[in-house]
């Protein structure tokens, strides 16, 4: 009987002799695998050929890992990228006023311009001023409100006095710019947690939009939706049709879009990050030709 024993366990010996070599070696078959991936030589995960749960366990949690990894390039890519591309911006939206500011200064240096162009060169340089000012004040305002380190100020803010009151500064502008606006604002108490300040400049920043893209009609609602505020603005955008209305919240395709224009392209980012800021949410769709841009609050 112990002889048998014996022979039971010797045989229990070398089948675990057996099992740990071939683990040793599926382990170095995955040391190969990751050496040929580190150096580039392969862009393939690595597989096993070991039914062995904690082996299987260990190459999927590499294979994890690699995920993680190939996301971690793209988006330092990305982020590359759009610094990149932020600074070309900013260069071209600052170079194209100084130029401009620069040829005049040479022309009123001359002393040669008669007194009525030189004062309409005056305005010019004043006007291409104003224009360099905000650029940079938007440029700096936006990274302010993308930084870690910027705090708001939130408070009870009752929209439904807040909102009335900023769109009366509007009405001139409409006006002057022929837009026929309807406005749905309601009666009940609307009241949020919010920045005040903050709010205002979302609220500002969408009516210049509307002011500067919108034509015709221009419906301006505020309502409550469920345990929701929401402000809207909704304008007819044939020039939009087909597009993906988030791309009029990247900084850089409106950049592109405004440089012919007076504005810094960079208002609907700015109150996007705000919104985000203040645990709110500003979205954009199309309804056929209509753009609809919505900004949403908890209530209290």
């Known amino acids: 009987m112990l002889v048998g024993i014996a022979a039971a366990a010797a ?5 675990c002799l057996l099992r740990l070599a071939a683990i040793r070696r599926e382990l170095r078959r995955l040391a190969g695998q990751l050496r040929q991936y580190n150096r580039r030589e392969t862009a393939s995960k690595v597989t096993i050929g070991l039914r062995d749960r904690a082996v299987e366990e260990l190459a999927a949690e590499i294979n994890r890992h690699t995920d993680l990894i190939v996301a971690a390039n793209a988006e330092r890519r990305r982020t590359e990228d759009e610094l990149r ?3 070309a911006n900013m260069a071209h939206d600052l170079r194209t006023p100084l130029t401009s500011i620069s040829g005049y ?15 309409a060169a005056l ?7 104003s ?3 905000a650029l940079l004040s938007d440029f700096y305002e936006l990274s302010v409100i993308e930084s870690v380190d910027c705090a708001l100020k939130p408070g009870r803010i009752s929209l439904n006095r807040l909102i009335p009151e900023i769109l009366m500064g509007f009405y001139d502008p409409l006006n002057e710019k022929g837009l026929k606006p309807t406005f749905e604002l309601t009666d009940d108490a609307v009241d949020i947690f919010a920045d005040e300040s903050a709010v205002r400049r979302v609220v500002e920043n969408l009516m210049q939009n509307a002011l500067r893209h919108a034509e015709g009609e221009l419906a301006v609602s505020l309502r409550k939706e469920g345990r929701r505020a929401a402000f809207a603005l909704r304008n007819a955008a044939p020039g939009l049709y087909g597009m993906n209305p988030e791309l009029l919240f990247n900084r850089f395709y409106m950049a592109v879009r405004s440089r012919s224009g007076t504005g810094s392209g960079l208002g609907l980012s700015i109150a996007r ?4 800021k203040m645990g709110g949410s500003l979205t954009a769709e199309l309804r056929g030709d209509d753009l609809i841009v919505r900004c949403e609050w908890e209530l209290l």
């Not at 045989?11 to 089948?15: I, Q, R, S, T, Y």
């Not at 305005?123 to 001023?129: L, N, Q, W």
């Open 123 to 129: 305005e010019v340089v004043k006007r291409r001023t």
């Open 85 to 87: 591309q932020a600074v």
């Open 11 to 15: 045989v229990a010996a070398a089948l």
């Open 105 to 119: 200064i040479q022309l009123l240096e001359s002393g040669k311009l008669p007194e009525e162009e030189r004062q």
């Open 273 to 276: 990050g705000l919104m985000q």
């Open 131 to 133: 224009r360099l000012q």
